[in-house]
């Protein structure tokens, strides 16, 4: 899914190191942004779910 994407986001920076730990044969890699949202939100919280929308929606538009 890497070698197609055109954007990758990730919530933390750990979460981009660890795509190219594990990927490390990609020559080319989609631009890759952290989000610098916290793990620490429950599942589904409705402030979580504003924080990405606000974060991601400039980037997607």
Do not use: G
């Amino acid at each position: 899914m890497l070698a197609w994407a055109d954007l990758v986001l990730v919530m933390k920076r750990k979460h981009a190191a660890r795509l190219r730990k594990q990927f490390p044969y990609l020559n080319e890699w989609p631009e890759v942004h952290c989000l610098d949202i916290p793990d620490e939100f429950q599942f589904m919280d409705q402030e979580l779910i504003d924080l990405i929308r606000t974060k991601v929606e400039p980037m997607i538009s």
